[in-house]
């Protein structure tokens, strides 16, 4: 059965950083192309970036772009999403998926941006 684990989530101010990880059971990480999401009070869930197998391919959503950065250790399993110069509008639950969101949701972690 299949298990994300999402960690890293808090509560920090406007312009403050987080460092989310992301790491699964049941799911070998390091072989597949991986995405962080993130579902926000009230909205659907949403892309927010994508890294290939070999991390060769990132991509993101426009309104995180030149502020998150997905990264990814396959020796350890894991993703990670660093997001810097966050704004009250990133406050979100988020998530970790393969690309394509094709297997079951983790619990995802609570990012709360606010003063």
């Known amino acids: 059965q299949v298990q994300f684990v999402e960690s890293g989530g808090g509560l920090v101010q406007p312009g403050g950083s987080l460092r989310l990880s992301c790491a699964a059971s049941?799911?070998?990480?390091?072989?597949?192309?991986m995405s962080w999401y993130r579902q926000a009070p009230g909205k659907e869930r949403e892309f927010v970036a994508f890294i290939s197998t070999f991390a060769d391919t990132t991509r993101y959503a426009d309104s995180v772009k030149g502020r998150f950065t997905i990264s990814r250790d396959n020796a350890k399993g894991t993703v990670y999403l660093q997001m810097n110069s966050l704004k009250p509008e990133d406050t979100a639950v988020y998530y970790c998926?393969?690309?394509?969101?094709?297997?079951?949701w983790g619990q995802g972690t609570q990012v709360t941006i606010s003063s």
């Open positions: 049941g799911f070998s990480v390091s072989k597949w192309s």
């Open positions: 998926n393969q690309a394509g969101a094709k297997q079951p």
